[in-house]
């Protein structure tokens, strides 16, 4: 959507992103408005979409220089011990200038082989000059544990971090990354030197003298002197005419939106040596499919010395920064003539390479299988919902009249479509009985598929426990509710969490301080927790707690606000202040405001668990803002811009709630006042608060709030709107908006379902909670899909259309076993993620597209086919059977994955490759364009070119290959020994090219 210039400017001077930077972007802000530029993570003047109204600015005078500076890092190896440090250097170049007062110690980042950062302590020298046009900078970094020495030898990840370094336009310099490699030899045992033993020395005996005789006198004979020969000369030396090679490696495809860099490798070779100092961003050529260049902003090159061979690795620019669809087409990468030479002056030779760039279209942000697209009528006002494994939504609010005393909580089902679920409650719908003045503000599902709705009663804090078939389940508290009186006249629960053990957690407030209630799960207050299951912030400690989450060791984290401060609290297992978090367990979130216009206390606070690491939403200069928290309740730096991420969607904006979606996105849902319209704001973020692309416009999108009543109009500022939103099992998540006060029983509310990037939780199977659990689900086209697991623990992830499964406990004991029903009879599964070996994994019906990979052995796997996925397992491969074919794909034994489950990488994302050997595969269909090996390792994503070698032949054997369908020319099976081969007809794999060893 367009945003105002100043807004960036408010943004840029409040947020704690590095002062040089906010100084470069401000100081361009009049030459970047209304261009398709960004300026931090905003998107500036690009179309809304929806019914969002733009903010109109002012043209722009022309630009002028709009050139980036290029960064080119040098890289020296490591092989010395004993330094207590490293360096690098970034050679940074700009035609118009670049402004050194912007390099410093924070431009670059090195990380360990195992992903830890090492810290840069100094850069230089910096000589007096502010603008120079190249620039070497010399970066200092301390050595791992305070000297180096053979245990950190490995590949070094160096990153020239983007937007960080400026030209005197205050244009910012592109990320580019490279390899150092500390290689440091061991230690040289001197020989032992045996002792010198002196010689024995024999008596001297004084020698014989002849006596003297005259000597005998020749006659003077005159010499010969040869005839004059004139010299020869050899001819000048010709000196080294061999130019030096070229290698482009392949270049992968683009398919997906964002701003990640793409780069371009380059191998040189030469008789002699390459130049090193001939190597620049200059060297490529990259034009895209309508004619226009793509700038090449950095190269790193290994080693950063004249050597035989040298690798290159080129970073390109996408086109306004980040890939979309728009970019979509064949971009060529040409190598210039003579760009690189060698140290004789010889130049390379031109050649040529291509890629691809195919991002999907974003999906359309409302899902119009859902009520048609449009906002489904709740017909009360509704404040939570929660989702249900089997797709379908429970949405709890009230009706009537809180302040009269009229007021009755309402549970309602829907099915997948929206349509009313009837066989839930009386006609899809639970009220309570009239007279009790009922109201529910938040809803949890227990591990029993049980029913827990939170809220007030009669002015009293309630819990209320129903069965999944809508009727009251009498064995909880008393008659199904849990009531606390708290001690004011309106006590209340905004939120309520399920423990690991089965208790109740609900959190909210007693008149003007906040309230913690913990109930067994029988719905008695918990006389181990607290006072009695009670903890109260009492006088001294105002405020309100809105949100909650159970740890798995039993803590307690709550968000809420205390004043215009965004506050968190943290206590034990057994109610007292958790000291680990703060002295007093509690922790005003630095950055960020609560409201305060909203006659009470700010209960739109979301706290969502990401891992080891806590969400906590709120506001930023009346934008949306979330922060993330580290354990010890500092601002984890690595996320958004020094631990917040805020985003303006169009108007008075405020977030209420965090969701992570199992898969890494990172959901925020709030409201924005915009005019005479109140909005829901939906932002997705990546994993570590980057904006995702491929979601609406930039990573924003914002729908009609959906707010109905009786011909009343909508008044802003007296009425007070929370936004409420679940997450699916599909991936997809329902949005809609409560008030939390005292809204007259007119008010209704509307739902909307939105298509959002990631995968939904299925839910889990194996071994739950001490019990065995199978889990079923019905997929897109209808086929009921059963997952069991025997001696192990998984859960299943779903997007709407492919399946991920995450086995979090296996060994060679396990055994998966997958079945279809109905529909077409198949299942695809995308990624498999094994923690340890298996025994049998029995998929029949199944298609793998993706990853299957265990660090163990694996004993058995049944497929349907494998279709372009990678069965990887880092011990030996038992027997592969499959039904189809096997196409464009990768099985390999003996090789651990990193963390990224991908071939390639460093860091934590390196593989680890071992001898290990395949028994036997077997394929009904064909073969095709498919490698197969046993031991085979790798020092790159490319299979099969030269550096690639068999561990251990005698072990790397594969024992048998039948493929009915066949075997092409395109396909490598490949092992130190290969036994029989009948493919489809029996083969001599030693003559047979398809086979190599």
Excluded at 659 to 685: H, K
Aim: one cysteine or more; hydrophobic letters at 40%; proline letters at 7%.
């Amino acid at each position: 959507m367009g945003i105002q210039m100043s807004g960036i400017q408010s943004l840029l001077s409040s947020r704690s992103r590095k002062s040089k930077v906010a100084a470069a972007v401000a100081a361009t802000l009049e030459t970047l408005e209304n261009r398709q530029l960004f300026a931090g993570d905003l998107p500036i003047d690009i179309p809304p979409i929806l019914d969002v109204p733009p903010i109109l600015v002012s043209p722009p005078p022309p630009p002028s220089d709009t050139v980036l500076p290029t960064a080119t890092l040098k890289l020296d190896d490591i092989k010395t011990a004993g330094g207590a440090f490293g360096t690098l250097v970034v050679r940074y170049e700009d035609a118009g200038g670049l402004d050194l007062k912007t390099i410093d110690i924070d431009d670059v980042s090195v990380l360990t082989p195992d992903g830890v950062s090492l810290p840069v302590t100094k850069v230089g020298p910096l000589d007096d000059k502010s603008t120079v046009n190249a620039y070497d900078a010399v970066y200092t970094f301390n050595a791992v544990g305070g000297a180096w020495d053979q245990t950190d030898n490995g590949a070094y990840t160096v990153t020239v971090k983007p937007r960080m370094v400026a030209d005197a336009a205050g244009n910012l310099v592109g990320s580019v990354t490279g390899t150092l490699k500390v290689d440091i030899a061991p230690p040289v045992v001197p020989p032992v030197v045996p002792p010198v033993v002196p010689p024995v020395v024999p008596p001297t005996v004084p020698p014989t003298v002849p006596p003297t005789v005259p000597p005998v006198v020749p006659p003077v004979v005159p010499p010969t002197v040869p005839p004059t020969v004139p010299p020869t000369v050899p001819p000048p030396p010709t000196g080294d005419t061999t130019a030096p090679t070229a290698v482009i490696s392949p270049i992968s495809a683009v398919d997906k939106a964002g701003f990640s860099p793409k780069t371009v490798t380059v191998t040189y070779q030469d008789n002699d040596s390459v130049d090193v100092q001939s190597i620049g961003v200059g060297d490529l050529s990259v034009v895209g499919p309508g004619g226009s260049p793509l700038a090449v902003t950095g190269v790193s090159v290994q080693p950063n010395s004249d050597s035989e061979k040298i690798t290159a690795v080129y970073t390109l620019l996408a086109p306004g920064s980040s890939w979309d669809i728009n970019d979509n087409g064949d971009y060529t990468v040409t190598l210039n003539a003579d760009a690189v030479k060698d140290v004789s002056g010889n130049g390379v030779a031109t050649i040529s390479s291509s890629f691809n760039v195919a991002v999907p279209p974003p999906a359309p942000v409302i899902d119009d299988s859902f009520s048609g697209g449009g906002v489904l009528n709740t017909g009360f006002v509704a404040e939570g919902s929660a989702a249900l494994a089997d797709g379908k939504l429970l949405v709890v609010g009230r009706q009537g009249d809180l302040a009269a005393g009229s007021s009755q909580y309402v549970v309602k089902k829907l099915n997948t479509d929206g349509s009313t679920d009837t066989s839930f409650g009386r006609g899809g719908v639970v009220v309570s009985a009239p007279g009790g003045n009922e109201a529910a503000f938040s809803v949890a599902i227990g591990l029993d598929g049980s029913i827990f709705i939170a809220g007030t009663k009669n002015g009293d804090l309630v819990v209320t426990k129903l069965k999944s078939s809508g009727s009251i389940d009498s064995k909880f508290g008393e008659q199904g509710q849990a009531v606390v009186n708290l001690g004011a006249s309106d006590d209340r629960a905004y939120s309520v969490a399920i423990g690991p053990d089965g208790s109740v957690v609900a959190v909210g407030s007693s008149g003007s301080t906040f309230a913690l209630v913990k109930f067994t799960a029988k719905g008695e207050l918990d006389g181990s927790f607290g006072t009695s299951g009670i903890v109260t912030g009492g006088p001294t400690w105002p405020g309100v707690c809105s949100s909650v989450a159970v740890l798995a060791d039993g803590r307690i984290v709550c968000g809420g606000s205390t004043g215009d401060n965004v506050i968190v609290y943290r206590l034990t297992a057994s109610g007292g202040w958790d000291g680990s978090l703060s002295d007093d367990g509690q922790l005003n979130v630095p950055g960020m405001k609560a409201r305060t216009d909203l006659n009470g206390a700010d209960n739109t606070v979301g706290i969502a668990l990401q891992g080891d690491k806590l969400l906590v939403t709120g506001r930023h200069n009346g934008d949306f803002a979330v922060a993330r928290l580290n354990a010890d309740g500092s601002l984890d730096g690595t996320f958004g811009d020094g631990g917040i991420k805020v985003v303006d969607i169009g108007g008075d904006d405020d977030a209420d709630q965090v969701i992570v979606q199992p898969t890494g996105q990172i959901f925020i849902i709030g409201t924005s006042e915009q005019g005479a319209n109140i909005r829901l704001g939906i932002v997705v973020l990546d994993a570590n608060g980057s904006l995702d692309p491929s979601f609406g416009v930039n990573g924003v999108a914002t729908v009609d709030s959906g707010f109905q009543g009786a011909g009343k109009a909508l008044h802003i500022g007296t009425l007070v709107v929370r936004a409420f939103a679940s997450a699916q099992s599909n991936g997809q998540v329902v949005v809609g908006a409560g008030q939390n006060n005292n809204t007259p029983q007119e008010a209704g509310s509307g739902l909307r379902r939105l298509n959002v990037p990631g995968s939904g939780l299925l839910g889990r199977f194996g071994t739950v909670n001490g019990s065995n659990r199978k889990l079923s689900f019905v997929d897109n086209d209808g086929t009921r899909v059963t997952i069991q697991m025997v001696n192990g623990t998984g859960k299943a992830l779903y997007d709407g259309s492919v399946v991920d499964l995450e086995i979090s406990d296996s060994s060679e004991a396990s055994k998966v076993i997958i079945k279809t029903v109905g529909g077409d009879g198949k299942v695809s599964i995308r990624h498999v993620e094994l923690a340890g070996g298996i025994g049998v994994f029995n998929a029949k019906t199944a298609t793998i597209s993706g990853a299957f990979t265990s660090p163990g052995k694996v004993q058995k796997v049944m497929l349907r086919s494998l279709d372009g996925g990678t069965l990887a397992a880092g011990g030996g491969i038992g027997q592969l059977l499959v039904g189809g074919e096997v196409k464009n794909s990768v099985v390999l034994a003996g090789a651990s994955l990193g963390a990224d489950n991908a071939l390639g990488g460093t860091g934590v994302n390196a593989d680890v490759f071992s001898a290990a050997a395949i028994t036997a595969i077997n394929v009904k269909g064909a073969v095709r364009g498919s490698v197969i090996a046993a031991g085979l390792s790798t020092a790159n994503a490319t299979l099969l070119d030269a550096g690639d070698t068999i561990l251990d032949p005698a072990t790397s054997v594969i024992g048998s290959v039948f493929a009915k369908g066949g075997v092409d020319a395109a396909s490598k099976i490949v092992a130190g020994a290969i036994g029989k081969a009948k493919i489809p007809d029996l083969i001599d794999t030693a003559t047979d090219p398809r086979f190599q060893f």
